[in-house]
């Protein structure tokens, strides 16, 4: 039995499913946003803050955020424990990962609900 | 030109401090036979050359080696397969620990292969002849049972290079498969619960090097995806 206790899922078909699902979340949004621009291309920021004032496109946003979280969770842990033989150095890396992706969502939501 | 250069990896660990590339030039006068009888010309010259070679018939699955770059079997190999530019290159197999010259220890490929339980588990009483299988249950048996367990499909895979002991590699997962999807294994539940976690087969990316490998035309990425289907449809 292989134990692994600092993946996203503590289980490989979850960590599987939960990047496909948040992949597919990605893919949507950042057609969303070439779209987006694609269409307007005088854009100023009244018409920019007035999408996201929006509570839907707050929501996609959000959504956005939690997937990239968890897609970078997932594939960096993977990256580390094949590439990263030395104990310590890959708990640190795994660590130094989680905390940045923790902080990079709370800034994410302080952004979209924020002033 | 009928006469091949081939630089085979060379290396004794009670003598040698390190691998190094020796030359030979080979007389396969114009010929297209295969790599393992240009090795045997090699161990005419330098009889001190080991290699691992049983049936020479592409059966046993003794001589997997890595050949101008891409792993297969000496003996089924012919030199117009794998020659460029008259110049042949001779390495064990990736990945595994060298004993000596092209021959592997095997022993952490076996180690995930007996770890998969290879054979049958079936805890009903034993009926009193056999146990039946209808010719489609068979069927889904193809493509499974073939498998001579070469290793050429485990050492092209770079999941199973950074971590052999963790990931089964795809020689082991199509074993495993080929006891999943047989209707007299009712083993299903434990076989599934032992490749949950992220290593033993989720560390598989799909890049398909092990089916364009496999000397005896099987689809280790595709038995992986089966077994990814029924985890998937066990669990949600």
Same mark, same amino acid.
């Given at each position: 039995?292989?134990?692994?206790?600092?993946?996203?899922?503590?289980?490989?078909?979850?960590?599987?499913?939960?990047?496909?699902?948040?992949?597919?979340?990605?893919?949507?949004?950042?057609?969303?946003?070439?779209?987006?621009?694609?269409?307007?291309?005088?854009?100023?920021?009244?018409?920019?803050?007035?999408?996201?004032?929006?509570?839907?496109?707050?929501?996609?946003?959000?959504?956005?955020?939690?997937?990239?979280?968890?897609?970078?969770?997932?594939?960096?842990?993977?990256?580390?424990?094949?590439?990263?033989?030395?104990?310590?150095?890959?708990?640190?890396?795994?660590?130094?990962?989680?905390?940045?992706?923790?902080?990079?969502?709370?800034?994410?939501?302080?952004?979209?609900?924020?002033? | 030109?009928?006469?091949?250069?081939?630089?085979?990896?060379?290396?004794?660990?009670?003598?040698?401090?390190?691998?190094?590339?020796?030359?030979?030039?080979?007389?396969?006068?114009?010929?297209?036979?295969?790599?393992?009888?240009?090795?045997?010309?090699?161990?005419?010259?330098?009889?001190?050359?080991?290699?691992?070679?049983?049936?020479?018939?592409?059966?046993?699955?003794?001589?997997?080696?890595?050949?101008?770059?891409?792993?297969?079997?000496?003996?089924?190999?012919?030199?117009?397969?794998?020659?460029?530019?008259?110049?042949?290159?001779?390495?064990?197999?990736?990945?595994?620990?060298?004993?000596?010259?092209?021959?592997?220890?095997?022993?952490?490929?076996?180690?995930?292969?007996?770890?998969?339980?290879?054979?049958?588990?079936?805890?009903?009483?034993?009926?009193?002849?056999?146990?039946?299988?209808?010719?489609? &249950?068979?069927?889904?048996?193809?493509? /499974?049972?073939? $498998?001579?367990?070469?290793?050429? !499909?485990?050492?092209? %895979? *770079?999941?199973?290079?950074?971590?052999?002991?963790?990931?089964?590699?795809?020689?082991?997962?199509?074993?495993?498969?080929?006891?999943?999807?047989?209707?007299?294994?009712?083993?299903?539940?434990?076989?599934?619960? &032992?490749?949950?976690?992220?290593?033993? /087969?989720?560390? $598989?990316?799909?890049?398909?090097? !092990?089916?364009?490998? %496999? *000397?005896?035309?099987?689809?280790?990425?595709?038995?992986?995806?089966?077994?990814?289907?029924?985890?998937?449809?066990?669990?949600?």
């Amino acid at each position: 039995m292989v134990t692994n206790i600092t993946n996203l899922g503590r289980s490989g078909l979850s960590d599987w499913l939960i990047q496909r699902v948040s992949a597919i979340v990605l893919a949507v949004y950042a057609l969303f946003m070439v779209a987006y621009l694609l269409f307007h291309p005088n854009l100023d920021y009244a018409a920019w803050s007035g999408l996201f004032a929006q509570t839907w496109m707050r929501i996609f946003s959000l959504l956005a955020f939690i997937s990239m979280a968890a897609h970078a969770w997932v594939g960096l842990w993977t990256i580390s424990t094949d590439y990263l033989k030395h104990t310590g150095a890959r708990f640190g890396f795994q660590v130094v990962v989680i905390l940045a992706i923790f902080v990079f969502l709370v800034w994410g939501v302080q952004v979209l609900w924020g002033a | 030109m009928s006469t091949l250069q081939v630089s085979v990896y060379r290396y004794n660990p009670e003598t040698d401090s390190a691998p190094y590339m020796q030359e030979f030039q080979v007389d396969t006068q114009g010929r297209d036979i295969m790599v393992l009888n240009v090795l045997t010309m090699i161990k005419d010259q330098d009889s001190s050359l080991a290699f691992r070679r049983s049936c020479r018939e592409g059966v046993c699955g003794s001589d997997g080696m890595n050949m101008n770059g891409s792993n297969g079997l000496a003996c089924i190999t012919p030199l117009s397969d794998v020659v460029k530019d008259n110049k042949l290159v001779l390495r064990p197999l990736p990945g595994l620990p060298v004993m000596r010259d092209l021959v592997v220890d095997m022993g952490l490929f076996y180690k995930q292969y007996e770890r998969m339980q290879p054979y049958l588990q079936n805890d009903t009483a034993a009926p009193a002849i056999e146990r039946l299988q209808s010719p489609e &249950e068979r069927d889904k048996l193809d493509g /499974l049972y073939e $498998c001579i367990l070469c290793a050429c !499909c485990s050492t092209s %895979c *770079p999941s199973f290079w950074w971590n052999p002991d963790k990931f089964v590699g795809p020689a082991g997962l199509l074993q495993a498969y080929r006891f999943l999807a047989d209707s007299r294994d009712n083993a299903t539940q434990a076989r599934l619960a &032992e490749l949950e976690d992220p290593f033993s /087969l989720f560390r $598989c990316r799909g890049i398909m090097n !092990c089916v364009s490998v %496999c *000397p005896k035309g099987l689809n280790p990425t595709r038995a992986i995806g089966k077994i990814r289907e029924m985890l998937l449809s066990n669990a949600t």
